[in-house]
């Protein structure tokens, strides 16, 4: 339970337990599942929490109301990991009614039964709950990242609760960057929707912000245009970094000597900001959300089963279906007979907008030498033209 000021309560759950959040995502310092109560004239309970920890957040609950039975319990978002307590939440407080959303009030039956929850004050986009000074304006936010989402921005105290925006991995009792696994958590479970996530930003410029309050991470206080700019770039598909990313698959260490190879190229072009991934050993989302960082990824792999690596494979599916645009390509293949790898790749691409794939690729038969030693070389230098501006 954290007190952020007289009329609200944090109330995080932090989930050390779980090993891979929705099934798929590494979590090493777990997530917080947060709740908001704010007291006024009326209470508010906004979320609940994941059922495995419904009765530690029941607990909070009882002990941050005392004897006050809330007025409302507020639903932004209907995924098990934010709605899944409301069960347990309405056997103590029956009469709560739950404020939510017509296909918020179509999903609470599709997961707990039909009739579940008679008392219902259902809103429309841009409605508004007056709990006396404080009144929260509901505003809708389809596709970010489940088509029921919606936001509530309190206009007294001038406090967005943004659902799953500007959430992250990491529990809360966990200090760490905010920014890498905020941007890790965004591109895993938000990156498809990007023009979702701007038609949101767009909704929200009218209004003040002194606070923003996720249901996964830190309430946000200070320095909100930072955090703000950052969704913007990265809903729009825009690189934070002029550098390169080398992601590469390789099955007996000659595909990854070239890769260590081009980034020596790289420094002797005068391009220092690189960073190299093992697609087949490093956190998969990881590696998306760091294509999505730098301005240029270089790609290199084998030829494999006729067509592509597994790893690159599902990392080049990961991307494309992230939308992945706005950025310059390079391609490095390995075959031993028959090679196809940078032209799979290529056709893996295609449906990404707005790529310029390099002029120059890398071939290399089974090893490096001395030839294609000399084509990392070229490659490095139209690599290095496009980073850093230079003709």
Same mark, same amino acid.
């Given at each position: 339970?954290?007190?952020?000021? $007289? =009329?609200?309560?944090?109330?995080?759950?932090?989930?050390?337990?779980?090993?891979?959040?929705?099934?798929?995502?590494?979590?090493?310092?777990?997530? &917080?599942?947060? &709740?908001?109560?704010?007291? $006024?004239?009326?209470?508010?309970?906004?979320?609940?929490? =994941?059922?495995?920890?419904?009765?530690?957040?029941?607990?909070?609950?009882?002990?941050?109301?005392?004897?006050?039975?809330?007025?409302?319990?507020?639903?932004?978002?209907?995924?098990?990991?934010?709605?899944?307590?409301?069960?347990?939440?309405?056997?103590?407080?029956?009469?709560?009614?739950?404020?939510?959303?017509?296909?918020?009030?179509?999903?609470?039956?599709?997961?707990?039964?039909?009739?579940?929850?008679?008392?219902?004050?259902?809103?429309?986009?841009?409605?508004?709950?007056?709990?006396?000074?404080?009144?929260?304006?509901?505003?809708?936010?389809?596709?970010?990242?489940?088509?029921?989402?919606?936001?509530?921005?309190?206009?007294?105290?001038?406090?967005?609760?943004?659902? $799953?925006?500007?959430?992250?991995?990491?529990?809360?009792?966990?200090?760490?960057?905010?920014?890498?696994?905020?941007?890790?958590?965004?591109?895993?479970?938000?990156?498809?929707?990007?023009?979702?996530?701007?038609?949101?930003?767009?909704?929200?410029?009218?209004?003040?912000?002194?606070?923003?309050?996720?249901?996964?991470?830190?309430?946000?206080?200070? =320095?909100?245009?930072?955090?703000? +700019?950052?969704?913007?770039?990265?809903?729009?598909? %825009?690189?934070?970094?002029?550098?390169?990313?080398?992601?590469?698959?390789?099955?007996?260490?000659?595909?990854?000597?070239?890769? %260590?190879?081009?980034?020596?190229?790289?420094?002797?072009?005068?391009?220092?900001?690189?960073?190299?991934?093992?697609?087949?050993?490093?956190?998969?989302?990881?590696?998306?959300?760091?294509?999505?960082?730098?301005?240029?990824?270089?790609?290199?792999?084998?030829?494999?089963?006729?067509?592509?690596?597994?790893?690159?494979?599902?990392?080049?599916?990961?991307?494309?279906?992230?939308?992945? +645009?706005?950025?310059?390509?390079?391609?490095?293949?390995?075959?031993?007979?028959?090679?196809?790898?940078?032209?799979?790749?290529?056709?893996?691409? &295609?449906?990404?907008?707005?790529?310029?794939?390099?002029?120059?690729?890398?071939?290399?038969?089974?090893?490096?030498?001395?030839?294609?030693?000399?084509?990392?070389?070229?490659?490095?230098?139209?690599?290095?033209?496009?980073?850093?501006?230079?003709?």
């Amino acid at each position: 339970m954290i007190k952020i000021s $007289d =009329d609200l309560i944090c109330i995080d759950v932090n989930d050390k337990k779980t090993d891979l959040f929705e099934g798929q995502f590494v979590i090493p310092n777990g997530i &917080s599942y947060n &709740s908001y109560i704010v007291s $006024d004239k009326k209470t508010v309970v906004i979320s609940t929490a =994941d059922e495995r920890f419904s009765e530690e957040w029941i607990k909070e609950v009882k002990s941050a109301l005392g004897d006050k039975i809330p007025d409302y319990l507020v639903i932004l978002h209907m995924e098990p990991d934010h709605s899944a307590s409301i069960s347990d939440f309405l056997k103590i407080y029956p009469k709560t009614e739950i404020v939510g959303n017509s296909k918020i009030f179509v999903m609470l039956e599709e997961f707990f039964g039909a009739g579940f929850a008679k008392n219902r004050v259902e809103i429309k986009d841009g409605d508004e709950l007056s709990l006396g000074r404080h009144v929260l304006k509901f505003i809708f936010a389809p596709m970010v990242h489940w088509p029921e989402v919606m936001v509530a921005y309190d206009m007294y105290d001038k406090t967005l609760y943004s659902a $799953d925006g500007f959430g992250k991995f990491g529990a809360l009792d966990c200090k760490e960057d905010w920014d890498n696994e905020a941007r890790r958590y965004y591109f895993g479970i938000v990156g498809k929707f990007g023009a979702q996530v701007q038609s949101l930003l767009k909704k929200l410029t009218p209004y003040e912000l002194k606070r923003i309050c996720p249901l996964h991470g830190p309430v946000l206080e200070n =320095d909100l245009g930072r955090y703000i +700019r950052l969704y913007d770039r990265w809903s729009s598909y %825009l690189p934070e970094k002029d550098g390169v990313m080398i992601a590469y698959t390789s099955i007996y260490g000659h595909t990854k000597q070239a890769a %260590l190879e081009l980034v020596n190229k790289l420094k002797e072009y005068g391009v220092n900001d690189v960073v190299v991934y093992d697609l087949a050993r490093a956190d998969r989302y990881e590696c998306i959300a760091q294509a999505f960082s730098y301005s240029t990824l270089v790609l290199a792999t084998t030829t494999y089963n006729g067509t592509l690596f597994p790893a690159m494979r599902e990392f080049l599916d990961c991307l494309t279906e992230r939308n992945y +645009r706005n950025r310059n390509v390079g391609f490095i293949e390995n075959g031993s007979w028959a090679p196809v790898a940078a032209a799979a790749m290529a056709e893996r691409l &295609s449906k990404c907008k707005d790529l310029t794939l390099c002029k120059n690729t890398v071939k290399i038969r089974s090893a490096l030498n001395e030839e294609s030693v000399l084509q990392l070389g070229v490659l490095a230098d139209e690599l290095a033209k496009n980073v850093t501006g230079t003709k």
